[in-house]
């Protein structure tokens, strides 16, 4: 623990000298490695460690915060008075630190912080080689390695201290192939709530040669074609769709602002029957996973829709006050430098009873999805485009061709209404999410859906051509 519970208690009750109902102290050390690969070299090799605290004061609706890198007591002590006399004068009173039992424990067999520089230097450079050699229109490969371990303690004036640690391992890689006339681009990622050890689970080398053969067959892929049809999508797709055009919009502070498709829409019907969405942050080895959230709530299961009832929105502590209730443990913060706002964790469709192969065989034609990529949506409507990275042709319920160029575009609440075949299946894909000038790590998987009608939008024979 950075500090001792007297110390916590001590920076805590300074903190509240100004009569604040609520204060916190989140503190933080994280030590990264990050490396990259471009035009055959190591490119970039970073290093290093970043720590700091955060501490949070509410009063009514009004929250002061402030942070610093510094982690002595005495500067704890003088920003918890300087936060402080943002809000009204008021009593200080006496604290009672007590831990929560940890909820789920990760199993982590090599801490990425023990691997040598060296291994990590010559895993990136092997998976640049393996894409390379795949085809000699593979023209750039693009390898990106981060691990962390980020070692936190958060306590507050409610009684709560947590301490934890929090290890990730990614990979990511980007493959682009090129005829002299068409570009085209496919990617691949590794990663997880685990050591090392991914990357013996997981071979890294037939993924990158996976996102090569991808790129180079786009290359003689026919555009795919445009207007509304069936759209089965794969739990190889990952659960970007269920992640963009509906966890969003189930974040308290975006329902409570208004902001949200599914503002005032708790025990109605919002999906079909066949759709249950729920957030979990316990699951062994995701990237989303994590056993206390950034405010010290123990992480725990949140079903957000039950059969295609609206059940649950996702909470953090500020959020939960607002209408007195507990939060769900989705208060995070991408460091001690941001205040916690409600996020999601690992968020998925749970599996349904098809099998995939009879979803497919029993619809005559349309586009079946296997690799989503990025995209835009409108959390007040729910509208949404999503580029589809991997997409085929559906032929008389059979595979057909690799097509290019498809997009997705409708409305999440709509689409969710009409899903008429859920598979047996699940697909997890990794990111990290974007909310508020926030990063943070997410997991999001589906089982395979099929949509019977959503607008593709094709891509035109002289559209993707170098310029």
Known sequence: ???????????????????????EIFIERRDITNISCEDNKIEGLITGRDQGAGIRVLKG????????????KETLISLAQEVARVLAP????????????????????ERPDQVEVKRKVDLVLQVNSAARQVDPRVVQVVVGYGDGVQQVTIANSEGVLVE??????????QVIASDGQIIQTAMETIG????????????????????????????????????????????EAGGTMIHEA??????????????????????????????????????????????????????QRTVLIEKGVLKEYLYDYLTARKEGRASTGNGRRESY???????MSNTFIAPGEDRPEDILRDTPHGLLVKRMGGGQVNTVTGDFVFEVAEGYLIQGGQLGPLVRGATLTGNGPEVLKIIDRV???????????????????????????????IIVGGLLPEEGKKQ
């Not at 609706?61 to 002595?72: C, F, M, R, S, V």
């Not at 934890?164 to 990511?172: G, K, M, Q």
């Not at 430098?337 to 996020?343: A, L």
């Open 192 to 235: 997880g709530h685990k050591g090392w050890e991914i990357f013996q689970e997981v071979d890294p080398l037939e993924k990158a040669c996976q996102a090569a053969r991808r790129a180079v067959a786009l290359l003689t892929a026919p555009p795919a074609p445009a207007g509304k049809m069936p759209v089965i999508m794969s739990g």
């Open 1 to 23: 623990m950075f500090f001792s519970e007297d110390a916590l208690r001590e920076i805590l009750a300074a903190a509240l000298a100004a009569g604040g109902d609520f204060a």
């Open 337 to 343: 430098q941001y205040r916690p706002i409600p996020r």
């Open 90 to 109: 008021g009593q200080a009173r006496e604290l009672v630190l007590t831990r929560p039992p940890s909820p789920v424990e990760f199993v982590i067999k």
């Open 164 to 173: 934890d640690e929090r290890l990730r391992c990614r990979l990511v890689i």
């Open 246 to 299: 509906c966890g969003h919009g189930l974040e308290a502070d975006l329902v409570q602002k208004q902001l949200s498709v599914y503002s005032g829409k708790k025990g109605q019907m919002v999906a079909s029957p066949l759709i249950t969405v729920i957030d979990d942050p316990t699951l062994p080895g995701k990237y989303g996973s994590y056993r206390f959230d950034d405010e010290g709530t123990p992480a």
């Open 423 to 453: 598979g047996n299946d699940l697909g997890f894909a990794l990111g990290v999410c974007g909310k508020d000038g926030q990063g943070v790590p997410v997991g999001d998987a589906q089982p395979t859906i099929r949509i019977p009608e």
């Open 61 to 72: 609706d009004k929250t002061a915060y402030g942070y610093t890198t510094h982690l002595h």
